[in-house]
């Protein structure tokens, strides 16, 4: 028996009941998704250092702290400059990666294939551990630069998914025509190519940023002196809670939401109008 | 210049970089590590050797055994929370919601948070959950509890929660982008054959929808198990796994030959398991084609 | 008259498969040729290589005297128009047209005006600032043609340009087509499984099959003296059959599934052999009913009528196999109109209208 064959009073309540619950479950989830975030805000204007519910007042004592906290400012600004570095390298290095996969055929296409695209599953302790025991061996420092070439890497694969998924959809006649039309192959790729990729190329740029701002495993390993922010954090969480750690969470969220709107625009205009 | 001439140089210049970089980057510090598995401790740095003691150890002492095994169970119960959870939000965004504007905004809304620091939202579930956290001071003041709890917090169950937490956005775009390929009109056929919603679910939908959940499950099943800040922030000393035994191996201990061995194995396990589901992927690829 | 195009021994592989098989090959200046042929003969590898888009195995291919076998497709004196047309979606129509003038360093004023003109050549004068996305099928050809017409190259190269198109478009264009070959000058080469196209448009027809050319001839002689089986069952229909040459009281006689006809006097020289021979459809004329029927008559019964409009297609069985017949419809005697299924027929093919041909060298 199906629902069809209930009489038609039945079938709409059944219907009714069947669109609460999927609601509730939806809300349910969002919920279980926001909660610690809204808590993360919320107890960031906390009077009081305990985490305790009900909240005892508001105040902006520890956004004060923050501002007053100059390695945490140090630590924001190496993070700017890692993540800017390393999404510039990941792109320059990623692009004519994907290109490479999508249009020519090589020996050993299959290994490198594998090769870059294999950080996205892998957790990204081994790339770490990987890249400290190269720059050991060939008697390396350890550096914000070493960090910036750690984040390059494991965001390699991040820059070719996306990139060449947008490469199918250009078809090689396109590159063809401009050479036939008399563009050299340099001409070819800025005229044609990348023109054509650019919403791929602006996305995976915004998306190895933000990974690379926010990154820790690899970093972990790949520290010097000088401490990224994620790094910073996490040296303020091992002597234990302080809600100071808030008012940094809060403002990477408002920071991370400004990168949405960001990105939402700037990919908008060049949308396609169909899609 | 002639074609092949100049299809060469621009094959040159096109593959040089990313070439050289994947080689010297990616396939010269696994193969480093690789050899330095078979290398042995001589404290307070390590020399080369050749000889399996790091790998013996591995799969003799229970205490390495043990770990591992913890890890794979939880990874395991993550990717199948996430999946549970991830599932039916990622169906009722393609099934149930008629507006693009309102699907897009509530798919928008599960991925946002991947856009918040990972250490941030791990770190809160320990503020949550924690005896002077929010759960134990609602359930105080709504009379369910007399003093505070510390079960909730630094065991593997938090872990599993926090982790799940963390996967669910990863889980839900899979399966969303394979949801979404399916062609309306084949449950539409199905209905119109008479078979029931049900059936009709898990005789067209479900099966089809295999390879998201497969691609979901693996990438959610990798990144937890070689995670290292969730057992750090909420695991406690029962929620010890792999990639913190790797992690001090690195550190404090100064064993890098076995931690480049427990290392290696990770990665077998991973590879092992990627092939696995790639090889799923395409079982589930075969059928619809 | 100068040899615009002219291929010594060309040859292409890919790995173990030979795509084009020792070509040899000149078109004159001016000439519109069609490379005629079934997916997978090779036309669009020749003609890729033609326009530099491969490189060729061996051999070597000169454009207007000059030698040009491995020089980049940018730097010969020929434009390509793809089968999908290749347009550039970023950029609008009329910079599209003006793409290859612009990289070429000309100033942004004379590139636009020069476009124009194309555009214009292909009435599509109003559509200079759209989308490329606007624009149909048939114009989005036009615009490719205009893109490709505007550096004025010695040659154009057109890849199955046609086949996007649905069947009253197809025919329109090909009228065009040929317009535009004549307004303009250059010398067209194109690629086509299409055979009425090669037909309509074209002064020479080169057949292809496996990576050879087959035959290489105007459109009248290839439809009326193929050489081979291939050529005349590919290009039009025809009736194929074997049959030893026998000598007779009046001449050489051959048998059409064991039927006696007699054969076109040329067969005379081949006494004693299997040949293969053919007739179009189109070539057999009923023999009306009542008349006792010459010598060469094929007697059969009537299997099938499929008409079409002016004429029908007969289908006659002749027992050993069967023969397709064209016969107009008319009131007269001796037309379609007057017979019916199922009824004996007889026909009658003359002579000189039997077509003597070779059999496929398969290499």
Same mark, same amino acid.
């Given at each position: 028996?199906?629902r069809?064959?209930?009489p038609?009073?039945?079938?709409?309540?059944?219907?009714?009941?069947?669109?609460?619950?999927?609601?509730?479950?939806i809300?349910?989830?969002?919920?279980?998704?926001?909660l610690?975030?809204?808590v993360?805000?919320?107890?960031?204007?906390? *009077?009081?250092r305990?985490l305790?519910?009900?909240?005892?007042?508001?105040?902006?004592?520890?956004?004060?702290?923050?501002?007053?906290?100059?390695?945490?400012?140090?630590?924001?600004?190496?993070?700017?400059?890692?993540?800017?570095?390393?999404?510039?390298?990941?792109?320059?290095?990623?692009?004519?990666?994907?290109?490479?996969?999508?249009?020519?055929?090589?020996?050993?296409?299959?290994?490198?294939?594998?090769?870059?695209?294999?950080?996205? *599953?892998?957790?990204?302790?081994?790339?770490?551990?990987?890249?400290?025991?190269?720059?050991? *061996?060939?008697?390396?420092?350890?550096?914000?630069?070493?960090?910036i070439?750690?984040?390059?890497?494991?965001?390699?694969?991040?820059?070719?998914?996306?990139?060449?998924?947008?490469?199918?959809?250009?078809?090689a006649?396109?590159?063809?025509?401009?050479?036939?039309?008399?563009?050299?192959?340099?001409?070819?790729f800025?005229?044609v190519?990348?023109?054509?990729?650019?919403?791929?190329?602006?996305?995976?740029?915004?998306?190895?940023?933000?990974?690379?701002?926010?990154e820790?495993?690899?970093?972990?390993?790949?520290?010097?002196?000088?401490?990224?922010?994620?790094?910073y954090?996490?040296?303020?969480?091992?002597?234990?809670?302080?809600?100071?750690?808030?008012?940094?969470?809060?403002?990477?969220?408002?920071?991370?939401?400004?990168?949405?709107?960001?990105?939402?625009?700037?990919?908008?205009?060049?949308?396609?109008?169909?899609? | 210049?002639?074609?092949?001439?100049?299809?060469?140089?621009?094959? #040159?210049?096109?593959?040089?970089?990313?070439?050289?970089?994947?080689?010297?980057?990616?396939?010269?510090?696994y193969?480093?590590?690789?050899?330095?598995?078979? !290398? %042995?401790?001589?404290?307070?740095?390590?020399?080369?050797d050749?000889?399996?003691?790091?790998?013996?150890?591995?799969?003799?002492?229970?205490?390495?055994?043990?770990?591992?095994?913890?890890?794979?169970?939880?990874?395991?119960?993550?990717?199948?929370?996430?999946?549970?959870i991830?599932?039916?939000? #990622?169906?009722?965004?393609?099934f149930?919601?008629?507006?693009?504007?309102?699907?897009?905004?509530?798919?928008?809304?599960v991925?946002a948070?991947?856009w918040?620091?990972?250490?941030?939202? &791990?770190?809160?579930?320990?503020?949550?959950l924690?005896?002077?956290?929010?759960?134990?001071?609602?359930?105080?003041?709504?009379?369910?509890?007399?003093?505070?709890?510390? %079960?909730?917090?630094?065991?593997?169950?938090a872990?599993?929660?926090?982790?799940?937490?963390?996967?669910?956005?990863?889980?839900?775009?899979?399966?969303?982008? %394979?949801?979404?390929?399916?062609?309306?009109?084949?449950t539409?056929?199905?209905?119109?054959?008479?078979?029931g919603?049900?059936?009709?679910?898990?005789?067209?939908?479900?099966?089809?929808?295999?390879?998201?959940?497969? &691609?979901?499950?693996?990438?959610?099943?990798?990144?937890?198990?070689?995670?290292?800040?969730?057992p750090?922030?909420?695991?406690?000393?029962?929620?010890?796994m792999?990639?913190?035994?790797?992690?001090?191996q690195?550190?404090?201990?100064?064993? !890098?030959?076995?931690?480049? &061995?427990?290392?290696?194995?990770?990665?077998?396990? %991973?590879?092992?398991?990627?092939t696995?589901?790639?090889?799923?992927?395409?079982?589930?690829?075969g059928?619809?084609? | 008259?100068?040899?615009?195009?002219?291929?010594?021994?060309l040859?292409?592989?890919?790995?173990?498969? =030979?795509?084009?098989?020792?070509?040899?090959?000149?078109?004159?200046?001016?000439?519109?040729?069609?490379l005629?042929?079934?997916?997978?003969?090779?036309?669009?590898?020749?003609?890729?290589?033609?326009?530099?888009?491969?490189?060729?195995?061996?051999?070597?291919?000169?454009?207007?005297?000059?030698? +040009?076998?491995?020089?980049?497709?940018?730097?010969?004196?020929?434009?390509?128009?793809?089968?999908?047309?290749?347009?550039?979606?970023?950029?609008?129509?009329?910079?599209?047209?003006?793409?290859?003038?612009?990289?070429?360093?000309?100033?942004?004023?004379?590139?636009?005006?020069k476009?124009?003109?194309?555009?214009?050549?292909?009435?599509?004068?109003?559509?200079?600032d759209?989308?490329?996305?606007?624009?149909?099928g048939?114009?989005? $050809?036009?615009?490719?043609?205009?893109?490709?017409?505007?550096?004025?190259? @010695?040659?154009?190269?057109?890849?199955?340009?046609?086949?996007?198109?649905? /069947?009253?478009?197809?025919?329109q264009?090909?009228?065009?087509?040929?317009h535009?070959?004549? @307004?303009?000058?250059?010398?067209?080469?194109? +690629?086509?499984?299409?055979?009425?196209?090669? =037909?309509?448009?074209?002064?020479?027809?080169?057949?292809?099959r496996?990576?050879?050319?087959?035959?290489?001839?105007?459109?009248?002689?290839l439809?009326?003296?193929?050489?081979?089986?291939?050529?005349?069952?590919?290009?039009?229909?025809?009736?194929?059959?074997?049959?030893?040459?026998?000598?007779?009281?009046n001449?050489?006689?051959?048998?059409?599934?064991?039927?006696? =006809?007699?054969?076109?006097?040329?067969?005379?020289?081949l006494?004693?052999?299997?040949?293969?021979f053919?007739?179009?459809?189109?070539?057999?004329?009923?023999?009306?009913?009542?008349?006792?029927?010459? $010598?060469?008559?094929?007697?059969? @019964?009537?299997?099938?009528?499929?008409?079409?409009?002016?004429?029908?297609?007969?289908?006659?069985?002749l027992?050993?196999?069967?023969?397709?017949?064209?016969?107009?419809?008319?009131?007269?005697?001796?037309?379609?109109?007057?017979? $019916?299924?199922?009824?004996?027929?007889?026909?009658?093919?003359?002579?000189?209208?039997?077509?003597? =041909? /070779?059999?496929?060298?398969?290499?």
């Open positions: 028996m199906t069809a064959t209930l038609p009073q039945r079938q709409r309540v059944l219907a009714r009941i069947e669109r609460l619950s999927w609601l509730v479950g809300g349910l989830i969002l919920g279980f998704l926001y610690p975030i809204a993360l805000v919320a107890y960031s204007f906390n *009077a009081s305990s305790t519910w009900p909240m005892s007042g508001l105040t902006l004592e520890w956004y004060q702290k923050l501002a007053s906290n100059s390695q945490l400012i140090e630590a924001f600004y190496n993070s700017i400059y890692v993540a800017v570095s390393a999404t510039a390298l990941t792109l320059i290095i990623g692009v004519p990666a994907a290109i490479a996969l999508d249009r020519i055929d090589f020996p050993g296409k299959g290994l490198f294939r594998k090769l870059i695209l294999l950080p996205i *599953a892998l957790p990204g302790i081994i790339t770490g551990i990987s890249m400290l025991i190269l720059f050991r *061996a060939i008697g390396f420092n350890l550096s914000l630069e070493t960090v070439i750690g984040h390059a890497t494991a965001l390699l694969a991040v820059v070719v998914t996306q990139v060449y998924a947008r490469l199918q959809r250009v078809p006649s396109l590159s063809e025509a401009s050479v036939d039309l008399g563009a050299s192959g340099l001409q070819t800025f005229l190519t990348l023109p054509n990729i650019r919403t791929a190329v602006i996305g995976a740029g915004m998306l190895a940023f933000t990974l690379s701002f926010d820790i495993p690899v970093t972990f390993f790949l520290t010097g002196r000088d401490n990224t922010l994620p790094m954090i996490w040296s303020t969480m091992r002597r234990g809670l302080t809600p100071e750690i808030n008012a940094i969470g809060t403002l990477i969220v408002a920071m991370s939401i400004v990168m949405i709107f960001v990105s939402v625009l700037l990919l908008r205009d060049k949308k396609n109008p169909r899609k | 210049m002639s074609t092949s001439r100049l299809v060469r140089l621009t094959r #040159a210049a096109v593959l040089s970089p990313p070439l050289l970089w994947t080689f010297v980057f990616m396939f010269v510090p193969a480093i590590l690789f050899v330095y598995s078979f !290398w %042995v401790q001589k404290y307070p740095t390590f020399v080369p050749f000889q399996f003691g790091n790998y013996i150890q591995i799969a003799t002492d229970p205490q390495y055994l043990n770990v591992i095994l913890r890890t794979l169970k939880i990874a395991f119960f993550v990717s199948l929370g996430a999946a549970l991830a599932y039916p939000y #990622a169906y009722f965004l393609v149930k919601v008629k507006r693009p504007g309102v699907r897009m905004a509530l798919y928008m809304a991925v948070p991947l918040v620091s990972y250490l941030l939202r &791990a770190y809160t579930w320990k503020t949550i924690g005896t002077t956290g929010i759960l134990n001071s609602f359930l105080m003041s709504a009379g369910i509890l007399s003093e505070p709890s510390s %079960v909730f917090l630094y065991n593997q169950t872990m599993i929660v926090t982790l799940i937490y963390v996967f669910i956005p990863f889980m839900v775009m899979p399966i969303y982008a %394979v949801l979404e390929k399916i062609p309306h009109n084949l539409e056929a199905s209905g119109d054959l008479g078979v919603r049900f059936r009709t679910f898990f005789k067209v939908t479900l099966p089809l929808s295999i390879p998201g959940i497969v &691609a979901g499950f693996t990438m959610t099943f990798c990144l937890s198990f070689g995670d290292f800040i969730a750090f922030l909420v695991g406690g000393p029962d929620g010890l792999v990639a913190n035994v790797i992690a001090s690195f550190g404090a201990s100064l064993n !890098w030959p076995l931690g480049s &061995a427990l290392a290696i194995v990770m990665l077998m396990i %991973v590879l092992t398991i990627i696995i589901s790639d090889r799923f992927e395409r079982l589930g690829q059928k619809f084609a | 008259m100068t040899k615009i195009i002219e291929t010594t021994n040859t292409k592989t890919y790995g173990a498969v =030979l795509a084009v098989d020792d070509i040899s090959l000149s078109v004159e200046e001016g000439e519109f040729v069609t005629l042929g079934p997916s997978g003969c090779g036309k669009s590898t020749l003609l890729r290589m033609i326009g530099g888009f491969e490189d060729p195995t061996s051999g070597q291919i000169s454009l207007d005297g000059k030698e +040009v076998t491995h020089v980049s497709p940018s730097k010969r004196a020929v434009n390509m128009v793809f089968q999908d047309y290749a347009l550039f979606p970023h950029l609008s129509v009329g910079k599209n047209v003006g793409y290859g003038l612009r990289v070429a360093g000309m100033p942004k004023r004379e590139v636009a005006e476009a124009r003109e194309a555009l214009a050549l292909v009435g599509l004068e109003g559509r200079y759209d989308s490329p996305r606007m624009l149909s048939g114009q989005r $050809q036009r615009v490719a043609l205009a893109r490709a017409i505007v550096r004025r190259p @010695k040659v154009l190269l057109l890849d199955e340009p046609l086949s996007a198109l649905d /069947a009253n478009l197809r025919e264009m090909q009228i065009e087509l040929k535009l070959h004549t @307004k303009v000058g250059l010398t067209f080469v194109l +690629v086509t499984h299409d055979q009425t196209e090669a =037909l309509t448009m074209s002064d020479r027809v080169v057949v292809m496996n990576g050879r050319i087959v035959q290489d001839a105007s459109p009248q002689e439809y009326e003296s193929p050489k081979t089986g291939y050529v005349a069952g590919f290009v039009g229909s025809t009736n194929l059959f074997r049959s030893s040459v026998t000598i007779g009281a001449g050489p006689v051959i048998k059409c599934f064991g039927q006696e =006809l007699a054969a076109p006097a040329a067969a005379g020289a006494s004693g052999q299997e040949v293969l053919g007739f179009r459809p189109e070539k057999a004329a009923l023999v009306p009913g009542g008349s006792e029927p010459g $010598q060469n008559a094929l007697r059969g @019964k009537i299997a099938e009528i499929v008409y079409h409009g002016q004429s029908a297609r007969i289908a006659i069985d027992g050993s196999g069967q023969v397709l017949v064209d016969l107009q419809i008319s009131d007269a005697a001796g037309s379609a109109a007057q017979i $019916q299924e199922g009824e004996e027929i007889a026909i009658e093919v003359a002579p000189h209208k039997i077509m003597i =041909l /070779a059999d496929e060298v398969v290499p």
